[in-house]
T-cell receptor, first 118, second 116 residues
Framework: AQTVTQSQPEMSVQEAETVTLSCTYDTSESNYYLFWYKQPPSRQMILVIRQEAYKQQNATENRFSVNFQKAAKSFSLKISDSQLGDTAMYFCAFMNHLLGQGAQKLVFGQGTRLTINP | EADIYQTPRYLVIGTGKKITLECSQTMGHDKMYWYQQDPGMELHLIHYSYGVNSTEKGDLSSESTVSRIRTEHFPLTLESARPSHTSQYLC???????????????FGPGTRLLVL
């Protein structure tokens, strides 16, 4: 079974700083997807960024980028120029690639509570 | 606007009551999911559905049941609520088919359930 580990339960940085959240996963599969989701306090879970394992290029979305190291099974999230609105729980998640119409199940890490201080 | 909705957002109820948590999406997604999340903890899949009349149990055992009579609607029912059911329940949906962006699951706002 796949597992996802986020080793940083909490992090805190000053506004405008860069912060990196770590995530490691365990799988024997070669084709899969990795996600970072953000869950602000009492608000909806939203997708931050997605990475396909077969793509060597690291995904980027504006201030958010990942460092995907497939051999090391590592998938860290970097937030540049952090903003107060980035304060949230961040979850790393893994999904196997299934051929056909299988229901793709997400396996989540324990989450990292990120606080951006003014 | 295409979205995923959950009602109620908050529910406080007594032990032994029957409850139904509603989830609807307007994105035309075939796949839908229910996750359970304790405060500050990771999400665990409890039910999922490939499409109408398809339901499967997830990785975390749950006493709840689900139904999928319409594509857009995936309600979760607890026949007899207990304090151990106190948690947050998140509904999600994704497109049918494999590959790329179709793997992304979109989440509803969640229902916070407190059973006294």
């Amino acid at each position: 079974a796949q597992t996802v580990t986020q080793s940083q339960p909490e992090m805190s940085v000053q506004e405008a700083e860069t912060v990196t959240l770590s995530c490691t996963y365990d799988t024997s599969e070669s084709n899969y997807y990795l996600f970072w989701y953000k869950q602000p306090p009492s608000r909806q879970m939203i997708l931050v960024i997605r990475q396909e394992a077969y793509k060597q290029q690291n995904a980027t979305e504006n201030r958010f980028s990942v460092n995907f190291q497939k051999a090391a099974k590592s998938f860290s999230l970097k937030i540049s120029d952090s903003q107060l609105g980035d304060t949230a729980m961040y979850f790393c998640a893994f999904m196997n690639h299934l051929l056909g119409q299988g229901a793709q199940k997400l396996v989540f890490g324990q989450g990292t509570r990120l606080t951006i201080n003014p | 606007e295409a979205d995923i909705y959950q009602t109620p957002r908050y529910l406080v109820i007594g032990t032994g009551k029957k409850i139904t948590l509603e989830c609807s999406q307007t994105m035309g997604h075939d796949k839908m999911y229910w996750y359970q999340q304790d405060p500050g903890m990771e999400l665990h899949l409890i039910h999922y559905s490939y499409g109408v009349n398809s339901t499967e149990k997830g990785d975390l055992s749950s006493e709840s049941t689900v139904s999928r009579i319409r594509t857009e609607h995936f309600p979760l029912t607890l026949e007899s609520a207990r304090p151990s059911h106190t948690s947050q329940y998140l509904c999600a949906s994704s497109e049918l088919g494999s590959g790329g962006a179709k793997e992304t699951q979109y989440f509803g706002p969640g229902t916070r359930l407190l059973v006294l």
